[in-house]
C-alpha cells in the first residue's frame, strides 16, 4: 500500500470544499500504529506523549529526543497513513534557523512526513522558513496545550470577539505562511466554522466542530485509557476496563496457583 502524501491530504480540500473528511488519530507506538493505520489518512505523534505515556502534568517537558523516539516507532508500524510529529516546546520558537534545525533532526531520524507546531501569527515566519526548506507544517490554534503557563489553563478559547478575531487571524497567517493544514482545538463552533470558510487548506478539529474539514482525537482517550477526558472527547470502547479485567483474572489465578495451566507448561518428552 502507498503511504498517503501531504500534498494529497491537502488536495482534499479543493475550492473551499472537502468531500471525504480528513481522519487523524494520535499513536505513539508501533503496535498502535498498525492497528490505525489501515483506518487514518494521517497518524499523529502529539508531544500529549507527555502526558498520556510518561505521567508528565503538561505537555511542556516533552524533549525533542522522546518525540524522535516514538515518531520513528510510528513510522515503522504503519504503511498507509501521512505521519505528523509534533515539534515540543522550546525546540522551534526562538527562530525560524531553530526550528529548522530541529524539524529536520525528526524528519531524517524517524522518516516522518511533515512536522505540527503550536502558535499562529507568531510562527508565520517559520512556518514559510521550513515549508520553502522542504519541510511541511501543520499548524495549531486556539487552546494551543504548550501555551498552558500563559493561558492559565484549558478552558475553551474565543469566546470573547477580541479573542475570536485573533485566533482566526492566527490561522490566516499560518495558511498565507504555507501550513498544508491547521489543527484547530478548543474553540468555540463558531470560530472553526469562520476559520474552515476563511482559509484554502485543510482545518482539523479537535474540541471545535463536525464542520471542520476533518477530526482528531488523542489515541488514549477514545479508547477510555486516560484518566481526565475533556468534555469533547468520545470514548468509543473502554479499553481501560478491559485491561483491568485481565489483570484482575492473573492476579486471582497466580495467587491460586492456577496459572500457568498444563498448557502454557513446558515437559520433559
Ligand atoms: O499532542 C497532541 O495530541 C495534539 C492533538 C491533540 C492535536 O496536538
Ligand atoms: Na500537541
Same mark, same amino acid.
Given at each position: ?6 500534498? &494529497?491530504?491537502?488536495?482534499? #480540500? #479543493? ?90 533532526? %525528526? ?63 492566527? &490561522?490566516?497567517?499560518?495558511?498565507? &505562511? ?13 470560530? &472553526? ?35 481526565? %477526558? ?8 473502554? %479499553? ?28 520433559? #518428552?
Amino acid at each position: 500500500m502507498k503511504r498517503l502524501t501531504i500534498p &494529497a491530504v491537502r488536495q482534499r #480540500k #479543493k475550492d473551499g470544499v472537502t468531500e471525504q473528511p480528513i481522519v487523524m488519530l494520535t499513536a505513539y507506538t508501533a503496535r498502535q500504529a498498525q492497528l490505525l493505520d489501515p483506518h487514518c489518512d494521517l497518524l499523529l505523534v502529539g508531544d500529549s506523549l507527555g502526558q498520556v505515556i510518561y505521567g508528565l502534568p503538561s505537555s511542556v517537558p516533552v524533549t525533542l529526543d522522546m518525540m524522535i523516539a516514538h515518531g520513528a516507532a510510528v513510522v515503522r508500524g504503519s504503511y498507509h497513513s501521512a505521519v505528523v510529529v509534533d515539534m515540543p516546546f522550546g525546540t522551534y520558537e526562538a527562530s525560524p534557523e531553530q526550528a529548522f534545525a530541529s524539524a529536520s533532526r %525528526v524528519l531524517k531520524e524517524t522518516g516522518c512526513a511533515a512536522i505540527k507546531l503550536e502558535g499562529g501569527e507568531a510562527m508565520a515566519e517559520t512556518v514559510a522558513f521550513l515549508t520553502r526548506r522542504g519541510i511541511p507544517v501543520m499548524g495549531h490554534v486556539g487552546l494551543t496545550p504548550q501555551a498552558v503557563n500563559v493561558l492559565g489553563g484549558y478552558n475553551a478559547r474565543g469566546r470573547s470577539e477580541a479573542e475570536a478575531a485573533k485566533i482566526v487571524g492566527d &490561522a490566516k497567517a499560518l495558511a498565507e &505562511a504555507g501550513a498544508f493544514a491547521v489543527v484547530v482545538e478548543g474553540v468555540v463552533e463558531p470560530i &472553526a466554522v469562520a476559520i474552515t470558510q476563511a482559509i484554502p487548506c485543510p482545518t482539523i478539529g479537535i474540541g471545535a466542530s463536525a464542520q471542520c474539514d476533518g477530526q482528531v482525537l488523542v489515541i488514549d482517550d477514545m479508547i477510555g485509557m486516560f484518566e481526565r %477526558v475533556p468534555r469533547f472527547v468520545k470514548i468509543y470502547e473502554n %479499553v481501560g476496563d478491559v485491561i483491568e479485567r485481565a489483570a484482575i483474572a492473573y492476579a486471582e489465578e497466580v495467587r491460586a496457583r492456577t496459572f500457568p495451566g498444563v498448557e502454557q507448561t513446558y515437559q520433559p #518428552k
